[in-house]
């Protein structure tokens, strides 16, 4: 799956309506919202909402371009809405009943003919207390999760004084080992089997007969009557696979923090503490970690699996400090690391999503012991293949089985704070992602996007929405008429051209598709006969598919000479070994770019330096290391490769004393390939080999670290 035109959701509307679907002109539309402050500080204390439509007929590499999205609703602040959305959105709603119900005569430029276009709403995008709000679902609470709704496992604890949301078991096959395991989770055995979600009728039937008193009661029954119309609406969606999405920007987000939080002890944000062991001591699992009182408020707490040490903390943030990034990858995440106060400090949206992508899993390396550390290796991976731009729907079905083990594993480990609803949500994720295909489309990024471009048009602090409104429409009435003029100007020359053919009509070949046919009646002429041009020009970087690639230069802030290759070759393991055909990977750092001049064309080349496969790679612990020191050599005959063989990876050092170096591979940005194949398609960017990590199923490991020191704290009532 590329785009939500693969999706079971949508061949579920091509099913149900099929007249709908008859006509790929009809709108297939997304609904998110969001708020944030135009004033463009960090305070909260305003907050508007615009309301945005994104269209997906549209092909990938437009679909979620800001330029296409559409600001349909403005929201003023200075108060979030609320539950009260509603009553904003009644305009937007009624439109959308009037394009599904009856449509609207629209102008197709193409065959210029008038039609009736209708449109369907398929989703909204929305982060978790959004959801809340627009969804009319509980977030928070007993039942927090609107998918599982009232077959939620949640408990609460008593001194941490919050719902957690455990039991995962549920989720695994019916002969699962962990289901028999007592000690290791809540001192049961599981035997109830995972909830099923409500289709959209059954939903409507659960509400149908409930009364309920929406809105403040200060502003009297209009909105409360307003509210009511909702189950009317949600009625008419009844027919939908999902009807909200789960925002995977968000949950990551919450995940990793819930992560580094507690390995690295950060104040308000660690999920461990004194409240966490006591729940521990109250549900009278896991002994080893339970605290020990040392005087009046004193404890002293027993280090956990999941408890990095000083030292490894040290090492922790030092590789992540040191890293360098491919340029237009990330920014650079070093900034966010505090090596005297051991913490990771400012962690954005995007910086959680590449520690969860890929850079986390290399710098917990060979700390923590080795059951945590797995867990939090394959919750990495996980989100890692979700996150991939091409989805397959069977291996979706597995990772649906994959992440609820995961989940069990951490729930092994990690103490019952730490599993926030953010946690508990990662179980749904595959789920939707095979519903309704890869989340690129159906996450807050584009949007955040959108409304930082929005807080750009902010002139006047007292008038934030009205200068939005005004300059966004301007914006869009400019672009418009660009486009519009363009194109005129186009017919109005291919109009002229005609005047002077007899036989009226040609086919109009594009001047791009006609100069490479002209390259091409070259190239058997330009190769056998003239060779290229003795004398060459070499570079130090060059953009290709997504990449930008340099020399290596060890002055630059980002790493951009990372580079492999594959090929089919002959190698052979030892001595004694029989020689083996297949497949090779090569890897290395670019010396230099040189553009070959034919003539006709320009051909780039890269001169590399190459690790030797034999003694210069190898594999540990699931990640692939490559040796760029002793191992790294320039192969005499043959150190060249064309500019479209190569793709882009990056290494981070294991430390300063160390000539390895753990490989990581690059994705290209705001690069959509249709060609990629379907081997490499959504395995891009995987900085491990989970079919490598073993599972433990003993119940030998310890629950505390005695080569580790513990905490101790003051515990104020």
């Given amino acids: 799956m590329r785009h939500p035109v693969d999706s079971i959701a949508w061949d579920t509307i091509n099913h149900k309506w099929p007249a709908f679907a008859s006509d790929p002109r009809n709108l297939r539309l997304g609904l998110a919202t969001d708020g944030f402050n135009p004033f463009g500080d960090l305070s909260s204390r305003y907050s508007c909402w615009p309301v945005i439509l994104v269209n997906y007929n549209l092909p990938p590499l437009m679909c979620m371009a800001k330029e296409n999205l559409m600001l349909t609703l403005l929201i003023p602040g200075p108060k979030q809405p609320g539950n009260d959305i509603d009553v904003y959105l009644e305009p937007l709603v009624e439109d959308l009943k009037e394009l599904w119900d ?30 809340g709000n627009l969804a009319g679902c509980a977030t928070k609470g007993k039942f927090g999760c609107p998918i599982c709704g009232e077959g939620i496992s949640s408990m609460w604890l008593k001194y941490s004084r919050k719902f957690a949301y455990l039991g995962h078991r549920r989720f695994l096959a019916p002969n699962h080992p962990f289901r028999q395991k007592k000690k290791w989770f809540d001192g049961n055995k599981e035997t109830k089997g995972k909830p099923r979600p409500l289709n959209g009728l059954e939903i409507l039937n659960v509400l149908k007969d409930i009364e309920n008193d ?85 404890y002293h707490l027993p280090a956990a699996p999941y408890t990095l040490s000083k030292k490894e903390m040290d090492v922790f943030c030092s590789r992540l400090k040191k890293i360098k990034l491919p340029d237009g990858y990330s920014s650079n995440i070093g900034n966010c690391v505090s090596l005297e106060e051991r913490k990771l400090i400012g962690l954005k949206s995007h910086y959680c999503h590449v520690l969860m992508q890929q850079l986390l899993s290399v710098a917990l390396r060979s700390l923590l012991p080795k059951g945590p550390r ?125 005047d002077d053919l007899e036989n009226g009509v040609v086919e109009e070949i594009d001047p791009y598709i006609q100069m490479h046919i002209e390259e091409l009646k070259q190239i058997d002429r330009r190769f056998s006969t003239h060779g290229p041009r003795k004398h060459v020009i070499s570079y130090t970087g060059y953009i290709i598919n997504g990449h930008r690639f340099h020399t290596i230069d060890v002055g630059r802030s980002t790493q951009d000479s990372g580079v492999s290759v594959e090929a089919d070759t002959i190698w052979q393991s030892s001595s004694t070994d029989s020689h083996t055909v297949g497949r090779q990977s090569y890897y290395g750092v670019i010396r230099d770019i040189v553009l070959l001049d034919y003539y006709f064309s320009k051909v780039p080349i890269y001169r ?3 690790a030797n496969p034999g003694t210069g790679i190898k594999m540990d612990d699931g990640f692939t290391l ?92």
Avoid at 115 to 128: E, G, S
Avoid at 650 to 666: I, P, T
Wanted: net charge positive; with cysteine; proline share 4%.
């Fill in 626 to 717: 490559v040796n760029l020191h002793q191992g790294l050599r320039t192969f005499e005959n043959d150190p060249f490769i064309l500019e479209s063989q190569a793709k882009q990876v990056f290494y981070s050092r294991e430390n300063d004393e160390s000539n390895w170096y753990v490989l990581l591979k690059a994705p290209p940005r705001g690069i959509h390939n249709m060609d990629l194949l379907e081997e490499d398609a959504y395995t891009s960017s995987k900085p491990l080999d989970v079919s490598r990590l073993k599972i433990n199923i003993t119940e030998k490991e310890p629950y505390s670290r005695n080569e580790c020191e513990g905490i101790d704290v003051i515990d104020i009532p």
């Fill in 214 to 298: 929406w809105g403040k009661k200060k502003m009297g029954k209009d909105i409360n009557n307003t509210k009511k119309k909702r189950k009317e609406r949600d009625g008419s969606k009844k027919g939908l696979l999902l009807r909200h999405n789960l925002d995977v920007m968000n949950v990551e987000k919450n995940v990793c923090e819930n992560i580094i939080g507690t390995m690295l002890n950060l104040k308000k944000k660690s999920k461990d503490g004194v409240n966490a062991r006591k729940d521990l001591r109250n549900l009278n699992i896991r002994k080893e970690l339970h605290p020990q009182e040392k005087g009046e408020n004193m």
């Fill in 374 to 498: 797995n867990a939090i290796f394959l919750l990495c991976a996980f989100y890692n293949e979700l996150c991939q731009r091409v989805l397959d729907r069977n291996r979706l079905e597995q990772l649906e089985e994959n992440i609820a083990e995961t989940l069990c594993m951490l729930e092994r480990y990690f103490p019952p704070a730490f599993f926030t609803i953010s946690v508990h949500l990662t179980i749904h994720l595959a789920r939707e992602a095979r519903l309704c295909g890869p989340v690129q489309f159906r996450w807050m990024y584009p949007f955040e996007r959108f409304m930082k471009m929005l807080k750009g048009y902010v002139k006047n602090r007292a008038r934030s929405e009205g200068c939005i409104a005004k300059c966004y429409l301007a914006e869009e009435r400019m672009r418009f008429c660009s486009a519009y003029i363009k194109k005129a100007a186009c017919i109005g020359l291919r109009s002229n051209q005609n």
């Fill in 608 to 610: 590399c330096d190459w």
């Fill in 102 to 131: 009856i449509g609207v005569e629209t102008y197709d430029a193409f065959s210029k003919s008038v039609f009736n276009m209708k449109a369907i709403l398929m989703w909204t995008i929305n982060d978790f207390p959004a959801y």
